[in-house]
């Protein structure tokens, strides 16, 4: 099984940048996609962004296209997600999902990080 830990988050005000880390372990050879998702209160849960292990590929929802970009560091078995220009619309709780060899959906997560932004 892969575990996932999620950090970085915190209060910062609007136009401000953060850095979230999660940090992979385990079997995370059956790792091949790793995803960052949100749900701010009262709604449901959102893609934000996801990265492949092999190659780097990258998507992003189109909320956040521009602002965020999503990386990894395979030789730590961690993944980034740098968001910059940040607006309070991106306040929620941001969870790290890890898509697991031979499936086709997101199905190990985190605890979560909560990012705050301030107008």
């Known amino acids: 099984q892969v575990q996932l830990v999620e950090s970085g988050g915190g209060l910062v005000q609007s136009g401000g940048s953060l850095r979230l880390s999660c940090a992979a372990s385990g079997r995370t050879f059956r790792s091949v996609r790793m995803g960052w998702f949100r749900q701010a209160p009262g709604k449901e849960r959102e893609f934000v962004a996801a990265?492949?292990?092999?190659?780097?590929?990258?998507d992003y929802a189109d909320s956040v296209q521009g602002r965020f970009t999503c990386s990894r560091d395979n030789a730590k078995n961690t993944v980034y997600l740098q968001m910059n220009s940040l607006k309070p619309e991106d306040t929620a709780v941001y969870y790290c999902a890890a898509q697991v060899l031979n499936t086709t959906h997101f199905s190990v997560w985190g605890q979560g990080t909560q990012v705050t932004v301030s107008s």
């Open positions: 990265v492949r292990w092999n190659g780097g590929g990258t």
